[in-house]
């Protein structure tokens, strides 16, 4: 069953030195992802799911121990999910993709020991119903299970922004960002998927895998940032 949430955005400036001089740009988004993360721990859950936006090739899950890296983005840093895998040792098998790469890198950055971790790297396209179908059968049974969701909001608020500008933008990352507020779920389940990928809102699978686990909590939620750096939504909230 789930027990508590966090979502949080998941662009690799999040780590300070991929934005490197830009870096205190974003100290107010990595400080409330902290908070989230704070209120994950506290609900003591016995395991952690991580679920962000991947491309095909590295969608599926990655196992505690996954490791992954920044080096593309030109920094020497590597991250690995939740320290060592049980027993010690490096997990075998495909490197994280950026969001989940992003997730290891939080969860390195405040020390995560409250529970196991595991993470599921989910395509972008996938349909609403098998996004809700995943996010239920994680919270099947009875262990406590916390979620870390990762996902950004639109790109498409300025005319810099990566996907330009769309007068669209604004008005949907507000919707979401009200469903993440209240933790509601039908929200969250009828985001109108075409125009999520119109305006390139990575978050929308990884957000209603959310409601799929979120079904039936009865959780309460808490907006703790809400803003659009480079013309792309950041959100990060809290759900217990």
């Known amino acids: 069953m789930l027990v508590s949430a966090a979502v949080c955005p998941s662009p690799p400036l999040l780590v300070p030195a991929v934005a490197a001089g830009a870096a205190p740009e974003l100290d107010a988004a990595r400080a409330a992802c902290a908070d989230a993360l704070g209120v994950l721990a506290a609900a003591r859950p016995d395991r952690l799911v991580v679920v962000g936006p991947a491309e095909p090739a590295a969608a599926g899950e990655h196992p505690q121990g996954a490791a992954g890296s920044f080096r593309g983005f030109g920094v020497e840093v590597d991250v690995v999910l939740g320290g060592a895998a049980p027993g010690g040792a490096g997990a075998p098998g495909r490197a994280l993709p950026p969001s989940l790469a ?4 939080l969860l390195e950055h405040v020390h995560w020991s409250a529970a196991p971790v595991s993470a ?8 609403t119903g098998r996004c809700v179908a995943a996010g239920q059968e994680i919270a099947a049974g009875d262990d406590r299970v916390a979620l870390l969701v990762m996902g950004d909001a639109s790109a498409c608020r300025t005319l810099k922004a990566p996907g330009y500008l769309d007068d669209r933008a604004a008005g949907f990352d507000a919707a979401v960002a009200a469903a993440l507020s209240a933790a509601d779920v039908a929200a969250l389940t009828a985001l109108d998927t075409e125009l999520a990928s119109a305006l390139k809102a990575a978050g929308r699978a990884p957000w209603q895998v959310l409601a799929g686990a979120a079904g039936g909590a009865g959780l309460g939620g ?7 750096p480079y013309g792309v939504g950041y959100l990060v909230a809290a759900w217990s």
């Open 222 to 228: 808490a907006l703790l940032y809400e803003d659009a």
């Open 102 to 105: 992003v997730a290891a890198w």
């Open 120 to 127: 599921l790297g989910v395509d972008e396209r996938l349909a």
